[in-house]
């Protein structure tokens, strides 16, 4: 053969003596770099440094009797940023080496050193026995690609370029094709061929490598003869892969093969083999994700077994033990998990950083093994305390960031549970940008997953669970929909079998309860219970998340108790929160959680069923929470709040002094431990305040009533304090201080509660706070103070769209970076739902509470709102309107207010330039008064005969007009000096009433003494007013159009579905457009609407026009800015009847269409007769159009109704209960 032509080659690299010289590196490895004319070609497997280091390794060479091969000493070091430096090397001629090789000897080489300055001879430091030989055959060939496949996959372990991988696969293939079946050496091709397929799955995913390397692997395995020596690695090898297919495709019976496979590969090693731990190692890790997929303890408890045996058959110099480590911390955890002994996450942390200390940290496992310490430190944080373990959990997650690569095979899981270190974080610290980034990652965690993967559905609960987290925070419910969207999917893709199911299922009861406590929907709170349940029964005893599954059943129970009154519902939450006390050692920081919640629950049964026994055992448990628990520990102030109250009840009911005294002294001690930037702490101050005041009333000393309402007026003045909360302060600071007549504190009080108003809503509010201004003469800030109170709903929308509006002219950044906060909150107002937070029922994570009702974002937008108020013009940005702007919505007439509180009765009167005069009302019965306003509307027949209707007007509505004209608007009109007969025209004088309390449901504009004498809409024309806010803002809108180029809507609603049918519609609506088109109409701005509504008592936001296609909801008109709206004639039923249970709120569609746009409204106040309402329309539109449509002014509207309902009275067998309806608002 010609010395130039390509031959292959195999070179045998079996061990190196170093010289004496050569410097000893404990943490060092070595490797043999082999290099042909200068290009690398193969190198060994790096091992640990010592004097003599053995590879027994052989590469493939392809290169010509006259190339030069280069062999090199490789030492690494622990500088991950280096691949490794040559510290000694020799060259040589491929000939001259076969020739020192000839008849298959091996032979020594002498390495020189490479590492100091050129010499004239370097000092050898060590040498190295070699073999080569030139490959005659196809058996040679397939020998030496083999040979180069594994040099190929060494280089891709050590440097992690993907292009070694594909090459080493290539040559394997290679390798298999050129070798017979019945070739000894064919099977140990097919392993490695298998092996090198597996680690690409493992890396990019494509299960097409999983499948290859199974069916190799598989072939190898039958291809070997039983005791052949490679047979317990083909074994383990294919146990390898099935696990794997078992974790991405989910067939137990992949699991049940692979621990099968590799038991038997064990029990063909004898223990002092170095294959041996491996084996062992493997079998651990298929016994403990069977463990994690049926959950029998003996799988784990085996697979422990395992992999301490692994590890301690392993010497700390081999490349292997840090794996062996891992795994067996990795199987400590999951037990500790289990059975929560801490020995157990001991043992796991000790052993995952031994394996952190014996690994390179340039290996590519080392991230793994980061991100299970993480794991570890976060389990023990929350088990122990212990920040300092949260923080090292962070920093290692940071790391493995750094060393891990989005292409990773293992980047979801690091992705899942990065994720669950920032809720911790978040749930510790309090930063909402922690929670946002879990949100992300879990996210891009779901979408690396496909459906068949076994873990998708961990990632979906996961990622369900922190949705539900930031709701929790924020508020939004389209958060909790998708966390109960992607728990629902993740139990869906979960058979019972799963050892997580009932994890999934717990992660989806919870969310379906939340959106219960924000909706009210009780189907919500009926699956929470039946998927808890469920979790429960699936769920063994001994699992360490029980309790805290047991408990958060009770919780839920007990939340159906309270709805449905079903004792068995509470019976059941004892029972099951009992068990979770059971089942918890007292070192558990849960443990008091779950004892204050076994005391809430006692504490319902003893007010159902008034034991003295479930109250004691209340008492006896929340004591014992409070002994548990550290003074330092977060929740400590919760357990103290909630033991004083239910101190405070005994005392309540059975007078002993020391459970007063007790009492108090929890809840001073409850504010001492809680910071001032702690949302809770006005509650506690709050329920400070109520034990001193019952301290007071048992005592009459004044010390005691100080100290009760400077408690109340901390808890409200605090700044972090929850706007329920501080508004309960406030309105108990008020109220206490009026009770005792200390008008001045009380006024403070009120100012402070309305403050916080539009971040709540308290019914009655302002009435009490006007009230105490009337009282102290300041008349002036008294309709200041009860308009600020006033229909809350709309004084917070109205307020941030106007003022928004003129900051986006100013300001358009700042605007803008505004609304986007404010649109968030907005949503929230029009959503007509509200998160209640019960303080007493801690939940699975009582952390959660702080960070309920969107404090973050309430945070963000209060700082926006002083940094606006920062700016000249915008000094009174969203504030309250001052009294002298607030009488500039009344330009003609004068304004009535009738204030009803539970300290009487008193009337304002003023107009545009006349003072307010104050009327006192003492003659007024308020029980009588909310009596007769009550069954005005609950005995309002809905289908009535001409028969009952006289009956419910002669017995309900008649006396509740002649009441408040004798003793309201009698004094008033004396007072405004209006005739109480009629004259011989219609009236001209205005009057715009603002009813309040039970005023509000009463039809002032058609009281009257009766008996065929002048009643207030023979006297006066009538308005109403929603707030004087609102009025103002549609005096200005109005203003700042014309009324040129009119268009006008009317929509008839004869037969519109489920309700009844309304045969005149058709004919109102033609009467109307005959009127509009002789005005010539040849545009649009007046709406009117003809039809049913779908109003209710207790439907408040949800109110509706019921239309054919659907209902048009309040919520909706509401949400729209209707910028060149001009009248609206709601000739629909109900369309001016507000909520019974917050009458000062206006919560009707009158009130929406004013809000949305129109200044000018005429509504109903109750369902009205189909033949009343188009004479009614038809005579209100030819008064408002008797000089054209250009000489059509909105603010004739009140005067035109006023018109068509005295029209309609000429008609004698019309009475009051059908022209009473007709109600105007606005202009």
Same mark, same amino acid.
């Given at each position: ?26 943490? +060092? ?24 280091? *053995?590879? @027994? ?68 430091? =060590? ?19 083999? /040979? ?58 494509? !299960? ?30 294919? +146990?390898?892969? #099935?696990?794997?297919? *078992? ?61 301490? @045996?692994? /590890? ?19 199987? #400590? ?39 299970? %310490? ?80 076994? @873990? ?68 919500? %709170? ?17 699992? %360490? ?8 059943? +009770? ?199 309305l403050e916080l108003l539009p971040k709540d809503k308290s019914e009655n509010l302002g009435t009490l706070a006007a009230t105490c201004a009337i009282q102290l003469g300041h008349f002036e800030e008294a309709v200041e103070l009860l308009d600020l ?35 968030? !909150? ?72 009738? @204030?009803?509180?539970?300290? +009487? ?95 509000? *449901? ?9 008996? =065929? ?31 040129? =180029? ?67 909801? !309040? ?113």
């Amino acid at each position: 053969m010609e010395a130039s032509i390509t031959q292959l080659y195999t070179l045998y690299v079996t061990s190196a003596d170093m010289s004496e010289s050569f410097p000893d590196n404990e943490s +060092g490895e070595l490797f043999a770099e082999i290099r042909l004319d200068q290009i690398v070609e193969q190198a060994t497997e790096a091992v640990k440094q010592s004097k003599t280091v *053995f590879w @027994n390794d052989r590469v493939l060479l392809i290169g010509n009797y006259f190339s030069t091969m280069s062999l090199s000493i490789v030492q690494i070091t622990s500088d991950p940023t280096t691949k490794g430096s040559c510290i000694g090397c020799v060259d040589i001629v491929l000939d001259a080496l076969l020739a020192r090789c000839a008849d298959n000897q091996f032979t020594i080489l002498e390495m020189r050193s490479v590492t100091r300055a050129v010499e004239a001879e370097q000092p050898i430091i =060590g040498a190295i026995r070699v073999k080569l030989k030139e490959l005659a055959g196809i058996v040679d060939l397939a020998n030496g690609m083999d /040979a180069m496949g594994a040099s190929k996959l060494r280089r891709f372990q050590r440097f992690g370029n993907l292009l070694h991988l594909d090459n080493a696969i290539s040559s394997q293939k290679r390798a298999v094709e050129l070798m017979d079946d019945g070739h000894p050496d064919k099977p140990g091709y097919l392993s490695n061929l298998g092996t090198c397929q597996h680690t690409r799955f493992e890396r990019l995913g494509d !299960l097409s490598d999983l499948e290859n390397a199974f069916s190799h692997i598989e072939k190898a395995v039958v291809l070997t003869d039983d005791g052949h020596p490679e047979e317990p690695m083909y074994l383990t090898n294919l +146990g390898i892969t #099935q696990r794997s297919r *078992f974790r991405h495709l989910g067939d137990l019976s992949d699991l049940a093969n692979s621990i099968s496979n590799i038991e038997r590969a064990t029990e063909l090693i004898d223990d002092g083999h170095t294959d041996k731990p491996t084996c062992l190692s493997n079998l651990s890790i298929s016994q403990e994700a069977r463990f994690h997929r049926l959950g029998d303890l003996s799988d784990l408890e085996d697979a422990i077994l395992n992999a301490e @045996n692994a /590890a301690g058959l392993t010497d700390d110099g081999n490349s292997n033990k840090p794996r062996y480590l891992s795994s067996l911390a990795t199987c #400590q955890h999951t037990r500790f998990e289990r059975l929560g002994d801490l020995s157990d996450l001991k043992n796991a942390v000790s052993n995952i950083e031994r394996a952190i200390e014996l690994t390179n940290d340039g290996h590519l496992k080392n991230p793994m093994h980061l991100m299970h %310490l993480s794991i570890f430190q976060r389990t023990r944080f929350q088990s122990l305390g212990d920040i300092s373990d949260l923080e090292m959990a962070i920093s290692n997650m940071e790391e493995v960031a750094l060393l891990m690569d989005d292409g990773h095979l293992g980047k979801p899981t690091y992705l899942l549970n990065l994720g669950i270190v920032q809720v911790t974080c978040f749930e510790c610290l309090g930063g909402i940008s922690d929670l946002q980034n879990a949100i992300l990652n879990a996210d891009k965690a779901v979408g690396l997953t496909n459906d068949r993967d076994p @873990n998708k559905a961990n990632y979906l609960s996961h990622l369900g669970r922190t949705l539900g987290t930031r709701f929790e925070c924020l508020g939004d419910l389209s958060d909790l929909d998708d966390a109960i969207s992607n728990s629902e999917m993740a139990v869906k893709l979960t058979d019972d079998s799963h050892l997580h199911k009932s994890r999934y299922l717990s992660n989806l009861g919870i969310s379906q309860r939340r959106r219960f406590e924000r909706l009210g929907n009780l189907s919500d %709170l009926e699956n929470a219970i039946l998927n808890l349940e469920k979790a429960a029964d699936l769920m063994h005893d001994d699992y %360490l998340a029980k309790p805290g599954l047991l408990s958060n059943l +009770g919780i839920t129970q007990k939340t159906r108790f309270e709805i449905l009154n079903n004792l068995s519902d509470l019976e059941n939450a004892i029972l099951n929160i009992t068990k979770a006390v059971d089942l918890t050692d007292d070192i558990h920081t849960d443990k008091a959680k779950y004892l204050t919640n076994l005391g809430n629950c006692q504490d319902s049964r003893f007010e159902h069923a008034g034991n003295l026994s479930n109250l004691e055992d209340a008492i006896l448990n929340k004591e014992r929470a409070v002994e548990l628990t550290d003074d330092g520990h977060l929740e400590k102030p919760i357990y103290l709040s909630s033991l004083g109250i239910t101190r405070r009840t005994r005392f309540e009911h059975f007078g002993d002094l020391s459970d007063l005294g007790d009492s108090i002294s929890n809840l001073r001690k409850a504010v001492e431990l809680t910071d001032d930037d702690n949302p809770n702490k006005s509650h506690y101050f709050s329920n400070l305040g109520i034990i001193q005041y019952s301290h007071f009333q048992r005592f009459g000393e004044q010390a005691d009533l100080g100290a009760s309402v400077s408690s109340f007026k901390t808890g409200a003045q605090l700044k972090a304090a929850y706007p329920h909360h501080a508004l309960f302060a406030a309105r108990q600071w008020a109220e206490t201080s009026h009770r005792h007549g200390d008008l001045l504190s009380a006024l403070d009080g009120y100012r402070m509660a309305l403050e916080l108003l539009p971040k709540d809503k308290s019914e009655n509010l302002g009435t009490l706070a006007a009230t105490c201004a009337i009282q102290l003469g300041h008349f002036e800030e008294a309709v200041e103070l009860l308009d600020l109170g006033r229909s809350v709903f709309w004084q917070q929308a109205s307020l941030l769209r106007s003022d928004l509006e003129i900051l986006s002219e100013e300001e358009p950044e700042l605007a803008e970076r505004f609304e986007r906060i404010g649109q968030r !909150l907005d949503a929230g107002n029009f959503s007509g739902s509200s998160v209640t937070i019960d303080i007493q029922n801690i939940g699975v994570n009582s952390r959660e509470v702080l960070g309920k009702e969107r404090h973050n974002l309430v945070n963000v937008w209060e700082g926006l709102v002083d940094e606006i108020r920062k700016l000249p013009k915008f000094k009174h940005f969203l504030k309250p309107i001052p009294f002298h702007q607030l009488r500039q919505a009344v330009t003609v007439g004068e304004v009535v207010i009738i @204030n009803v509180s539970q300290h +009487g009765v008193d009337a304002l009167i003023f107009g545009a330039t006349r003072p307010v005069e104050h009327v006192p009302l003492p003659n007024i019965d308020l029980e009588v008064l909310a009596e007769l306003s009550d069954e005005i509307v609950l005995q309002r027949p809905v289908v009535a005969t001409e028969e009952t209707q006289r009956r419910y007007t002669a017995r309900y509505l008649k006396p509740a007009m002649r009441l408040i004209w004798d003793n309201i608007l009698v004094p008033i009109f004396h007072k405004m000096k209006v005739p109480l007969t009629n004259g011989t025209t219609q009236p001209q004088r205005r009057i715009w009433w603002y009813p309040t309390g039970s005023l509000t *449901f009463i039809p002032i504009h058609a009281a009257g003494p009766g008996k =065929g004498a002048a009643d207030v809409s023979q006297l006066i024309i009538s308005s109403y007013v929603t707030t004087f806010g609102s009025l103002l803002q549609v005096h200005k809108r109005n203003r700042q159009h014309t009324m040129k =180029g009119i268009k006008f809507l009317a929509v008839s609603q004869p037969n519109t579905s489920g309700l009844c049918p309304l045969p005149q519609s058709t004919l109102e609506i033609a009467k109307l457009v005959d009127v509009v088109c002789l005005a010539g109409c040849s545009h649009e701005n007046i709406l009117h609407l003809h039809g049913s509504d779908a109003t209710d008592p207790q439907l408040g936001i949800k109110s509706a026009f019921a239309l054919h296609d659907g209902n048009l909801e !309040l919520s909706k008109i509401a949400s729209k800015t209707l910028s060149f709206g001009q009248f609206a004639f709601l000739s629909a039923c109900h369309s001016a009847a507000g909520l019974m249970s917050l009458p000062g709120e206006a919560m009707h569609l009158a009130a929406g269409l004013q809000f949305a746009g129109f200044p000018s409204v005429i509504a109903t106040m109750w369902g009205i007769h189909d033949e009343d309402a188009p004479k009614v329309a038809n005579h209100a539109y030819k008064y408002l159009l008797r000089n054209g449509m250009e000489g059509l002014d909105p603010s004739d509207a009140a005067k035109a109704l006023n018109h068509a309902v005295l029209c309609l009275r000429e008609d004698p067998s019309v009475t009051v209960d059908r022209w009473a309806p007709f109600i105007h608002f606005g202009i």
